[in-house]
């Protein structure tokens, strides 16, 4: 096989698997959907008729109910309002976040991007 014919299967090889994990990927998006439906109904009716303390049994696992506590993420808008509390002078503010964006690490690599095309004739990024 040569080096052009390898290449050329290597390529085929690579959008077929593009394409399982976009279906994949797709496929696990609806059944989080689903699975996050599911859970509140579940809780709703779970609390409402007192069984947050109940384990329940499903054979090989046991389900219970709990309370979680979901952080949002830590970004540049957040930090600059927290810091405009605790700092008077907004250029100071202003100064270490540019300071934190200018200044965070940069991790380069290669990789391959799929960009497909549309029926319009424009191509666009996925």
Known sequence: MTE????????????????KIRTSNTELKDLRKQR???????????KT????N????????????CEKKETSS????????CLGE?????DNVAYIIKYLKE?????????LRRVFHNTSGY???D
């Open 4 to 19: 052009k014919s390898e290449f050329e299967q290597n390529l085929r090889k690579w959008a077929i698997t593009d394409n």
């Open 36 to 46: 996050e439906t599911l859970s509140s109904s579940i809780c709703t009716f779970m």
């Open 49 to 52: 008729n007192g069984m947050e």
């Open 54 to 65: 109940k384990k329940i049994s499903t054979g090989d696992s046991i389900i219970t109910f």
């Open 74 to 81: 830590l970004t540049f808008g957040y930090v600059e309002k």
């Open 86 to 90: 605790i700092i008077a002078d907004k």
């Open 103 to 111: 200044n965070r690490e940069v991790k380069k690599s290669n990789d």
């Open 123 to 125: 191509e666009t990024d």
